[in-house]
């Protein structure tokens, strides 16, 4: 049974992506693995959010973890601020972290275009905390997409430059974990490559969306004139919405738009209704479950409670070996 860190910023709903792309093997890699998974809300501070929008958003992230399968019983489901441990083994790690190398990491370089007027340390000391996460349980495996390889690399460098410093052998070197089927890319109804909650208010469908706004957000969706040559390639947002009937539609309906399409007789409104309905299917129970565990307050404060009891045993025991070696001894 491996130790496996996961988290998720909670800065807004999730979406389709988040749940073909992370959470759905989530809920199986919690059958044969010991995991964390958290709600990463010191993360979230480096864009300052208002109190209640960070409460609000952290309860919208836990009620859907749990919505999509994450069992509390199964796995350790906390929220990053329950753990202080977290914060002191990042001031620990900072200490010996460079300016040179958070410098040149890509995702802060890409924040800081992105964001001149809010270069704040955390931005810079992003991976240091991210390490701290993942080393605080002694990870050995962790999910990563393939924007977070690099930050799971700098988290390597980090526990093996402490494990030098002090000469020992306690951080494990954790890697990437693989999962026994490829991880689905959900594109956006916009036409990008990618659902995601920060691009246009209609390029993605989250989980709580009801059948209305998943109605107008899929008719909306962008397509192109027509199939110009069916020999041809589709045109990306034409291939997006495909992508998406193939994922939530059923091989038959899937195939009848196929047909339709190489016969050049598709209609992209029918496509698109057929799609919706889908979709609106497919979310029904999510939608359910979180309007459900939503209402019950009761319920999320003792499964926090749970978490955090859980997450404190596994990160108090790190950080008092981690003192002890550093020299912090009792008197
Ligand atoms: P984010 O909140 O965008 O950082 O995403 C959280 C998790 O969902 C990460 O593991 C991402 O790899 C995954 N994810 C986000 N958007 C998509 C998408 N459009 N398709 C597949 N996976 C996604």
Do not use: W
């Not at 952290?58 to 329950?82: M, R």
Request: some cysteine; overall charge neutral.
């Amino acid at each position: 049974m491996d130790i496996v860190v996961s988290g998720i910023r909670p800065t807004g709903k999730l979406h389709l992506g988040n749940y073909f792309g992370a959470l759905k093997s989530f809920v199986r890699m919690q059958e044969t693995n010991n995991c964390f998974f958290f709600i990463a809300d010191y993360h979230s501070l480096t864009t300052h959010p208002t109190p209640a929008d960070l409460h609000g958003n952290v309860k919208n992230v836990l009620v859907e973890f749990l919505a999509s399968g994450l069992d509390p019983e199964k796995s350790t489901i906390y929220i990053q601020s329950d753990l202080p441990e977290v914060a002191e083994l990042y001031l620990l790690l900072n200490m010996n972290a460079y300016i040179g190398e958070l410098e040149r990491c890509t995702s802060f370089k890409e924040k800081i275009r992105q964001n001149p007027q809010n270069v704040n340390a955390g931005l810079l000391t992003y991976p240091t905390l991210m390490a701290s996460d993942i080393i605080i349980h002694k990870a050995q495996k962790v999910p990563v997409g393939k924007d977070q390889e690099q930050h799971l690399e700098m988290t390597r460098t980090f526990a093996n430059r402490f494990n030098r410093l002090y000469k020992v052998d306690y951080f494990p070197e954790p890697v990437a974990y693989t999962f026994d089927e490829e991880l689905v890319k959900i594109p956006g109804l916009d036409g990008s490559l990618k659902m995601s909650k920060s691009d246009s208010e209609n390029n993605a469908i989250f989980l709580a969306d009801d059948p209305a706004v998943i109605r107008k957000k899929v008719m909306r969706a962008v397509t192109d004139t027509g199939p110009v040559d069916p020999g041809k390639p589709k045109s990306q947002p034409v291939e997006n919405l495909f992508s998406l009937l193939k994922t939530l539609s059923t091989p038959d309906i899937y195939s009848h738009f196929e047909e339709e399409y190489s016969k050049g007789t598709i209609r992209y409104g029918d496509m698109k209704k057929q799609l919706a309905e889908d979709i609106i299917r497919f979310n029904e129970p999510f939608r359910n479950r979180i309007n459900q565990l939503s209402a019950d307050n009761d319920y999320l404060k003792k499964t926090v409670k749970l978490g955090a009891e859980k997450a404190h045993e596994s990160a108090l025991k790190t950080i008092r070996e981690v003192r002890e070696i550093i020299g912090f001894k009792e008197f």
